[in-house]
């Protein structure tokens, strides 16, 4: 191996890396803002990434373009995860069921989803091909290539996660969501909905789930209904990288395992490539157990 | 403007609230006297809407018993409440924005100032986390937050919690001005004495029940209350 060719791997690792790990962490945040406001984690998660790459996948079948397609589909994802929350997740709070039935209903949920996906009557179980995210071929940039898939996963993940991040620090509603997340009872009493600020955190995590697998789906150029239980954990692994709870430190996370999974895969060998997450993630947490940004004992009354 | 009737509260088997009936009338500051465990905190709690209950609750001519505690705020009604229970992350400014979480824009910034100069110690952290505040600040930053928006009723819980003579004196000041402009409070204090001084009117509550209730200047001369209450 030359000198040049050694380079232009590994940057193309790291620049793969980044692609990836953005889409990463645009799940991430859904797992991050869930657990942030109901000390949750919200194993449907996956599900509804999965679901969002499915309803694009359907419309374009029908002829629909890949951009129409996605405005459609991720609002509708968001309306599932609400419906979860909605339906399953606020009753058993309202009855002071323990965090544990909460949990337990999110994998239920997440099975439920995924199951009537590669049912027979509806998408069947085997991969589907997902139309292409490579809008204009590939790019040379210092002798390394990127495709216009990464180009376009890489700036469309992180102009979300920027809009999100606006939402959250910079108005009315995300003020009230980050209310909610240290404090029910207060939030309540100063006259907040809490019930629809929540659902409505429900409802933002889905679309962004069901917007990233449609970016990883076209990345990869394959869909399956089980698609979301490795992405999710990983994506999951991601968020308590970084310090679950907090928002950038799920993008800081994503973009750990995404770069961290495509160097592994670079030299370490390409069955190495899933487990990295997870290596990453007890590597990171023995060092610092609240993750990248995490802080110190948040307490929620 | 608030009418309670026959208001009662358990929580499982105990009950903590038996019968409760009381009024406060605008400009009128009422005092909630008991010890430890009477049923004061959850009274007020329940009309807040944070507690199921059984019983009438009206709010000027409205039935408010069981409502949503974001409409119970909405209509006018705050509770400042016990452990003070700021947003500890939230900066000072923004603690009190989600107190004014229902105004319009204009009239936010209005409130922000009247808060600010009636608090003035609270403009000069506005950009501080309100966890980092001291315990007396962050009475003030609790009372500040009710504030916003005007309420017509207060619900206040232990305000003088925390506070130094001096300040409690300046916050019972506070309360005698908002009651001229109309306010109607209804004032829950461990330390009887000032309250009965402040107030108009009083129930005194054990166990749950109205022992005790009337003018609170008479009330203070009752021999039953100096005992319990006043320690004289």
């Not at chain 1, 991601?238 to 395992?257: E, Q, S």
């Not at chain 2, 905190?41 to 809407?49: E, K, L």
């Not at chain 2, 409502?67 to 400014?93: C, M, N, Q, W, Y």
Request: hydrophobic letters at 50%; proline letters at 4%.
């Amino acid at each position: 191996m030359t000198l040049s060719s050694a380079v232009n791997g590994f940057l193309g690792a790291i620049l793969g890396g980044l692609a990836l790990g953005m889409a990463y962490g645009l799940i991430a945040v859904g797992y991050s803002l869930v657990f942030g406001i109901l000390r949750l984690v919200n194993f449907a998660h996956g599900a509804i990434y999965a679901l969002g790459a499915y309803g694009v996948f359907f419309l374009t079948s029908r002829g629909m373009g890949l951009l129409p397609a996605l405005i459609l589909a991720a609002p509708l994802s968001g309306l599932g995860a609400w419906a979860v929350e909605k339906w399953a997740l606020a009753p058993l709070r309202r009855r002071g069921a323990s965090g544990m039935a909460q949990l337990v209903t999110t994998v239920g949920v997440s099975f439920l989803v995924q199951n009537t996906l590669s049912a027979e009557a509806v998408f069947g179980s085997e991969k589907q091909v997902f139309p292409s995210l490579n809008a204009f071929g590939s790019v040379q940039v210092f002798g390394v290539t990127i495709q216009s898939s990464q180009i376009i996963m890489f700036l469309a993940a992180m102009g979300l996660l920027l809009a999100l991040t606006w939402l959250v620090q910079g108005t009315r509603l995300g003020l009230a969501m980050r209310a909610c997340a240290q404090n029910f009872r207060a939030a309540r009493l100063v006259g907040i909905p809490v019930e629809a600020v929540v659902g409505l955190t429900f409802f933002l995590g889905g679309a962004c789930a069901a917007i990233a697998g449609t970016l990883i789906g076209g990345y990869y150029q394959v869909i399956s209904p089980t698609m979301g239980s490795l992405i999710g954990l990983k994506a999951f692994s991601a968020a308590v990288v970084g310090g679950i709870g907090v928002l950038h430190g799920a993008v800081a996370g994503g973009l750990v395992v995404g770069v961290g999974e495509c160097l592994a895969a670079q030299y370490l060998g390409s069955n190495v490539r899933d487990p990295m997450a997870f290596v990453l993630l007890i590597a990171i947490l023995l060092v610092r157990p609240r993750g990248l940004f995490g802080r110190e004992g948040v307490e929620k009354v | 403007m608030l009418e309670v009737d026959a208001l009662s509260v358990r929580y499982g088997p105990i009950r903590a609230l038996e019968g409760l009936s009381l009024t406060v009338a605008p400009g009128e500051i009422v005092a909630l006297v008991g010890a430890n465990g009477a049923g004061k905190t959850t009274a007020v709690n329940a009309i807040a809407g944070l507690l199921p209950c059984r019983g009438r609750v009206r709010f000027q001519g409205r039935d408010i018993a069981n409502e949503k505690p974001h409409r119970i705020a909405d209509l006018g009604i705050r509770l400042s409440p016990e452990g003070r229970e700021v947003f500890p992350e939230l900066t000072v400014e923004e603690n009190l924005r989600l107190g004014g979480f229902s105004l319009r824009k204009g009239a936010l910034a209005g409130e922000l100032e009247r808060v600010y100069g009636l608090f003035p110690r609270l403009r000069g952290r506005k950009r501080q986390a309100a966890g980092t505040l001291s315990g007396g600040e962050q009475q003030m930053l609790a009372l500040g937050r009710a504030l916003m928006g005007r309420p017509k009723l207060l619900l206040l819980d232990e305000p003088s919690m925390g506070l130094s003579p001096q300040l409690t004196e300046r916050v019972f000041g506070l309360l005698d001005t908002l009651r001229r402009q109309g306010t109607g409070i209804l004032l829950i204090e461990e330390n009887a004495k000032p309250a009965l001084a402040l107030a108009d009117r009083a129930y005194v509550l054990e166990t749950g029940r109205v022992v005790a209730s009337g003018e609170a200047r008479a009330l203070r001369e009752d021999p039953r209350v100096r005992r319990a209450y006043l320690g004289t």
